[in-house]
């Protein structure tokens, strides 16, 4: 998390925050809009930093660190969910519901990634698909090797 | 059982400045089906049949010629929902859940906690809708006690149960 978000926000208002930016991503999601990642990413941050302010092995906390993992994969940053994933599930005290909850939120990805790239999938290639997505959030243009 | 709606953020201080109104959607979706503040709704929860009398400051409907009559449907009836819930056992809304859990809303009590989930319909046979959002519901993996609530707007009626 980058110093621009470092504001101090209560439990309270980060929960009416997530709330709110949880509804936006589902509906820019419903639409298939190009926004919906940068709105999972937006909830990714509210749920990470939830996270860090509740303890794992409450209810709120173990919503808040699957939430940032299940948010981190619907944004497209699979390193990032695996990052974070890495992270709580190293948390002693987090429920074996919770981390059952984590690994669940990989293998939907993996459904998911397999329902929309078939021929990746049936060739087992899929795990090319991070490498690509790391190479285009490092060059924003669509043909970086020609730039 | 008296349901304010206009009073729904001041029971759940979390939907304070939320984007969506939803006390005005549950307005709204109950106007759009012919009733007007204050209006008598039965209530069925798990078999126990009751009646609420839901209020709400009145909306001008003309709004809804430019929203999406689903969201107005699905809006209202959280607001219907969580007002029911915060009337029946004091629930208050911690915070929405994202659909990987199963359930809309996360809601908290002296008592515990609870998953709820919500559906909306214009008309039709909402005991069928409950059955669905019952098993939805179901699936919520989370140590919290679990509701689904379906609002069917046109009579008006509230139907709750747990799976």
Redesign the interface.
Same mark, same amino acid.
């Given at each position: 998390m980058t110093e621009t978000h470092s504001i101090a926000f209560s439990e309270d208002e980060l929960d009416a925050l997530v709330s709110i930016a949880i509804r936006r991503a589902e509906i820019l999601d419903d639409i298939q809009s190009p926004a919906a990642s940068e709105a999972w990413q937006e909830v990714m941050l509210y749920e990470e930093r939830l996270a860090m302010i509740t303890p794992p092995a409450e209810i709120a906390g173990g919503v808040a660190r699957v939430g940032a993992v299940r948010a981190a994969l619907a944004a497209g940053r699979r390193m990032e969910a695996v990052r974070l994933a890495s992270r709580y599930l190293a948390e002693e005290p987090l429920p074996p519901e919770r981390r059952a909850a984590i690994e669940r939120a990989f293998q939907e990805d993996r459904d998911r990634l397999a329902g929309r790239f078939p021929a990746l999938a049936r060739s087992g290639r899929l795990a090319e698909l991070d490498e690509w997505r790391a190479i285009a959030s490092r060059n924003p243009r669509v043909f970086p090797l020609a730039a | 059982m008296r349901l304010a709606l206009q009073d729904l953020c001041l029971r759940h201080? =979390?939907? !304070?400045?939320?984007?969506?109104d939803l006390a005005k959607c549950g307005g709204l979706a109950l106007q759009r089906s012919g009733h007007a503040s204050p209006v008598v709704a039965g209530v069925d929860h798990d078999g126990v049949t009751a009646t609420a009398e839901i209020e709400w400051l009145s909306q001008a409907v003309s709004v809804l010629e430019v929203l999406d009559s689903n969201?107005v449907t699905e809006d209202g009836a959280e607001a219907v929902a969580i007002a029911y819930a915060n009337s029946k056992a004091g629930w208050v =809304?911690? !915070?929405?859940?994202?659909?990987?859990?199963f359930a809309d809303w996360?809601l908290r009590s002296e008592t515990g906690?609870l998953a709820l989930e919500v559906s909306g319909t214009i008309s039709g046979e909402p005991l069928a809708r409950l059955e669905q959002e019952k098993r939805q519901v179901a699936r919520c993996?989370?140590?919290?006690g679990r509701l689904a609530i379906v609002v069917a707007f046109d009579r008006p009626l509230i139907v709750a149960g747990g799976p």
């Amino acid at each position: 998390m980058t110093e621009t978000h470092s504001i101090a926000f209560s439990e309270d208002e980060l929960d009416a925050l997530v709330s709110i930016a949880i509804r936006r991503a589902e509906i820019l999601d419903d639409i298939q809009s190009p926004a919906a990642s940068e709105a999972w990413q937006e909830v990714m941050l509210y749920e990470e930093r939830l996270a860090m302010i509740t303890p794992p092995a409450e209810i709120a906390g173990g919503v808040a660190r699957v939430g940032a993992v299940r948010a981190a994969l619907a944004a497209g940053r699979r390193m990032e969910a695996v990052r974070l994933a890495s992270r709580y599930l190293a948390e002693e005290p987090l429920p074996p519901e919770r981390r059952a909850a984590i690994e669940r939120a990989f293998q939907e990805d993996r459904d998911r990634l397999a329902g929309r790239f078939p021929a990746l999938a049936r060739s087992g290639r899929l795990a090319e698909l991070d490498e690509w997505r790391a190479i285009a959030s490092r060059n924003p243009r669509v043909f970086p090797l020609a730039a | 059982m008296r349901l304010a709606l206009q009073d729904l953020c001041l029971r759940h201080p =979390v939907l !304070r400045g939320h984007p969506t109104d939803l006390a005005k959607c549950g307005g709204l979706a109950l106007q759009r089906s012919g009733h007007a503040s204050p209006v008598v709704a039965g209530v069925d929860h798990d078999g126990v049949t009751a009646t609420a009398e839901i209020e709400w400051l009145s909306q001008a409907v003309s709004v809804l010629e430019v929203l999406d009559s689903n969201r107005v449907t699905e809006d209202g009836a959280e607001a219907v929902a969580i007002a029911y819930a915060n009337s029946k056992a004091g629930w208050v =809304v911690k !915070r929405r859940l994202q659909r990987g859990e199963f359930a809309d809303w996360l809601l908290r009590s002296e008592t515990g906690w609870l998953a709820l989930e919500v559906s909306g319909t214009i008309s039709g046979e909402p005991l069928a809708r409950l059955e669905q959002e019952k098993r939805q519901v179901a699936r919520c993996t989370l140590p919290a006690g679990r509701l689904a609530i379906v609002v069917a707007f046109d009579r008006p009626l509230i139907v709750a149960g747990g799976p």
